[in-house]
């Protein structure tokens, strides 16, 4: 048929190789390794806000640090991973523990001082308002001379 997986040739096909969590080859990027990771990202805007939703489940109120500019929005965090297994006895870890982060450059003029962050079931939620257009000073340019 079409489409379907043949059976294994060998009795080798299904067992799985004890040595996948080894230590990478030289020059090859180990897929446990330690770094930032990136936090995924919600932005959009209303009518008088900016809002950014994150999922971060795992992660403590005191484990996060916002920093709101004039047009970046900067999210910094720290999921921390309990250890109950050994490195070596798992067979897929695609939960990211460890320090996270993420800039995201602002669509349109903010009020910084104004920026509000909540946590709840897991999704961090950051709205800040927008800049009301009837603000936005338009000067006229002058001819010299």
């Known amino acids: ?3 379907r997986k043949s059976a294994p040739q060998n009795e080798s096909e299904n067992v799985l190789q004890d040595d996948f969590l080894d230590t990478p ?5 180990d897929w446990m390794d ?6 995924a990202v919600d932005v959009y ?4 806000n900016v809002v950014i939703k994150a999922p971060i489940a795992g992660v403590t ?12 929005v900067t999210i910094r965090g720290e999921r921390v991973d309990e250890k109950e297994v050994d490195r ?3 067979y897929v870890q695609e939960c990211y523990w460890g320090a996270f982060s993420r800039s995201v450059i602002l669509p349109t003029s903010t009020i910084a001082e104004k920026a509000a962050a909540a946590l709840k079931d897991g999704v961090l939620t950051i709205t800040i308002p927008k800049v009301a257009q009837d603000k936005v ?3 006229k340019v002058k001819p010299v001379g």
């Open 1 to 3: 048929m079409p489409g």
């Open 25 to 29: 080859v030289e020059g090859e990027e």
């Open 34 to 39: 330690e770094g930032d990771g990136q936090l």
């Open 45 to 48: 805007q209303t009518k008088d």
């Open 61 to 72: 109120p005191d484990n996060i640090d916002i920093e709101v500019a004039e047009d970046v």
């Open 88 to 90: 070596e006895h798992y």
């Open 137 to 139: 000073k338009k000067i």
